[in-house]
């Protein structure tokens, strides 16, 4: 059992990112957790940090319970080493994932994100993972993390229009969607840009999926 937790209290976000998952890996089995005590969304250093406790007692609660593997559903990589160091079992950050399956495609990716405010965070997790020498750009679509949800086409037209102007800027061999809301970006996204698109939470399926 493969455990995603969704760090905030979106039920909707934690379906499709558990939808996503079972896709990209159909023979492994996974559950989908929402933090109910969570934010709505975590835009940003004090949202993750708001979220931190409750993610933590869920973390305990999959391991206590056998998972073989526990998903943290939230690019910002929330809590990501406190909660290794309370798993008996590999955890695995949906950002870190795409950031390391990025750099098997080629030397440099750029990231495309929600808010400005989630820019400093991606970086320096990014910089932590020893991979900002792979790195292009961080760049932010200026969309919030609800409004993927609660108007699609506007924000997906939005997200698509910063990663084409990646795909045509940055030089680089991947572009990261950097929110697990934008599982459905990548299908939106394909047909007019040729750089591999990379979603978190799919490749943290598919890492986790190994355990």
Known sequence: MIVLINPNSTETMTKAMLQTAQAAAPHARFEGWTS???PASIQGEADGIAATPALLKLVGQASD???????IGCFDDTALSQ???IAACPVIGIGQ???HMAALYGPKFSVVTTLPISVPVLKTNIDNYG???HLGKVRASDVPVLAIETDPDASATKIIAEIRAANDEDAVQSIVLGCGGMVD?????APVVQTKLIDGVTAAALFASTF
């Open 36 to 38: 109910h005590d969570g």
């Open 131 to 133: 991979l900002s020498g």
């Open 185 to 189: 970006i990548e299908r939106k996204a």
């Open 97 to 99: 994932a795409a950031y």
């Open 65 to 71: 319970q056998g998972a073989s593997a526990i998903i």
């Open 83 to 85: 909660a290794r160091e």
